[in-house]
């Protein structure tokens, strides 16, 4: 019979069994470092995050109008026309009436040089401007035959319509802004009321009337190149207006009173 050692018994049964590592081949490796390659150049780092977050953004974003810049091309001169009118002619310009240039001047205006007329009004007491460019705007002043032919046309009859006083207010501001002077006529025959102006007319009818006989005043004057009164008598003699209607004196004679005798 064997000796049994119970030391060995021992030794065996309490032996911590050592663990035995795994060979992992080469090509197992390399495989698994090329898919982590791979999963890193997917995933974008922080920086080409920002980026990619920015241009998303500047996508979305609406441009606002004054981030667009139009070009502007700056014209230095403008295109000038043959001037028709010379200082001191008198014009009609059709909102203001009657003016005369004084002179002719270069303004800049945003930059740009323009030749303007420069026009006095007496009436408004005013200096305007009006570039060359606009100078069919004006026109010049009537001759003798028209002004003739205004005169008859005061004379004639009133041509008064059935409408509405709102839209015949609209078409007498119309002639009077056209500053045709046969226009202006027919104003003036229409709109006068000989002298009970006060009494018959209206203060819309009255302020249309005194805006169309100062225009066509003023024009009968300079043509005719008489004093303002003598003008006033004629336009006034065509209108019938501030006639003296004299009036005959009717003597009242009283009777003396009977007495009864006593």
Partial sequence: MKKINLKNILKKTFKKKKKKKKKVSKKFR??????????????????????KEDNKADSLRIPKTNELKPEIKKIKKQETEKKEYKPKDYIVYPKHGVGQ????????????EVQCYDIKFEKDKAIGLLPINKQSHLRPLATINQINKSISILKSKPKIKRSMWSRRAQEYEQKITSGKIYDLAEVVRDLNKGDDIMVDQ??????????????????????????????????????KRNLEIQTPK????????IVAPE
């Fill in 30 to 51: 390399t495989s698994k470092v090329k898919k982590i390659k791979k999963l890193k150049s997917k995933t974008p780092s922080k920086n080409e995050k920002k980026t």
């Fill in 101 to 112: 240039i004084l002179s002719i001047s270069a303004k800049t205006i945003g930059g740009i």
């Fill in 202 to 239: 209206s203060y819309s009818e009255r302020q249309l009337f005194e805006k169309a006989y100062e225009r066509i005043l003023s024009e009968f004057q300079i043509v005719m190149n008489i004093s303002l009164e003598d003008t006033k008598k004629k336009l006034d003699k065509a209108l």
């Fill in 250 to 257: 009717v003597e009242i004679k009283t009777e003396e009173p």
